[in-house]
């Protein structure tokens, strides 16, 4: 079924079940927004509650219906999925789900580029709090007035020495020989010094050491969690290379330069103090850090299309 696209689209056909017990399934609609923000690897599927049918889940089976409803269009096989509702004033409740290459879904992980796709389709004038749902992080998005106006600053409202941080209980751990630092900012983040890597089998290195810390952390090794990332400092000062799901991150996830700012804060990790530009193959991503938060700076968002989607509910006959 293709999405309809406008504000006026109408519900697609159902099909009953078979036997009252079953109960019948109808067809309902709901409106769904695209949203790419830039450094992110590609746009976010974003849908308010509220304009859900009364009643219904976002299980997995209604997201992958959601997903195939997309097909033959530009934006088939779209990776990141968020929800989210007003939770009073100027505060957004949001709840992340990142859709895997063997067609499931993860629903713990965390986006902070999701985030800021729920605050740019909702468009509320003023500085917004979100309170991610998924990961429990609270994050205030507030807009710059310079030196890019319409960009984004946001503030990860957690101490970088919170308890929890370091979710084993130490600032570096060992895995497979290699000194990494365990992160839980954002996301969990594994960090290693790209120096203790061979640069020509660095992806094929990196997501081995990713699946031991996903066993040592409780994950499934193909899981999306823990993310992992690879660092090098000098002089000119840190460069970035991340792992995201299925492949290179084009930048850095804003959880993964949340986190990697977070752990350069903290003493004894294996990541040195980092606040201003770091810079990443697609360019350069900006942080600070104070003693109550970390901050991601001048991020960009825009709204691509609003549809209308098929969204499938159960009524118990």
């Known amino acids: 079924m293709r999405p309809a696209t406008g504000a006026g689209g109408g519900a697609g056909g159902g099909r009953s079940a078979t036997g009252a017990a079953r109960g019948a399934r109808t067809a309902k609609a ?3 927004f695209l949203v790419r923000a830039h450094d992110a690897p590609g746009p976010t599927l974003v849908l308010r509650l509220d304009h859900l049918p009364l009643g219904a889940l976002a299980l997995g089976g209604e997201l992958a219906g959601l997903r195939q409803a997309l097909a033959g269009t530009p934006y088939a096989g779209i990776g990141k999925i968020a929800l989210y509702g007003s939770a009073g004033g100027d505060r ?11 067609g499931g879904f993860d629903f713990r992980a965390g986006c902070g580029h999701s985030l800021l796709a729920c605050v740019v389709a909702d468009g509320r004038p003023g500085p917004v709090t979100v309170r991610a749902v998924t990961t429990g992080d609270t994050v205030l998005c507030e807009h710059e007035r310079e030196p890019d106006e319409g960009a984004y600053t946001l ?14 209980g130490h600032p570096v751990d060992v895995l497979d020989g290699i000194p990494v630092s365990l992160v839980r900012y954002g996301n969990p983040y594994v960090f290693v010094d790209v120096r203790h890597l061979p640069e020509e089998k660095l992806r094929e290195r990196l997501e081995g050491l990713r699946a031991h810390a996903a066993r040592l952390l409780g994950h499934p090794p193909h899981s999306a969690l823990p993310k992992i990332a ?88």
């Open 30 to 32: 709901t409106t769904a």
């Open 92 to 102: 957004l409740d949001y709840r992340f789900v990142q859709a895997l290459p063997d």
């Open 155 to 168: 503030s990860f409202l957690r101490a970088p020495t919170a308890p929890g941080t370091f979710p084993t």
């Open 230 to 317: 690879a660092f090098t400092a000098g002089p000119g000062g840190i460069a970035v290379r991340a792992l995201t799901v299925g492949g290179w991150h084009p930048r850095l996830a804003l959880t993964g330069a949340a986190a990697l700012a977070a752990a350069g804060a903290l003493d004894g990790t294996v990541v040195p103090p980092v606040d201003g530009e770091v810079r990443t193959p697609g360019g350069t991503v900006t942080v600070s850090t104070g003693p109550d938060r970390v901050r991601v700076h001048h991020k960009r968002a825009e709204l691509l299309e609003r549809l209308v989607l098929p969204w499938r509910i159960h009524a118990t006959a």
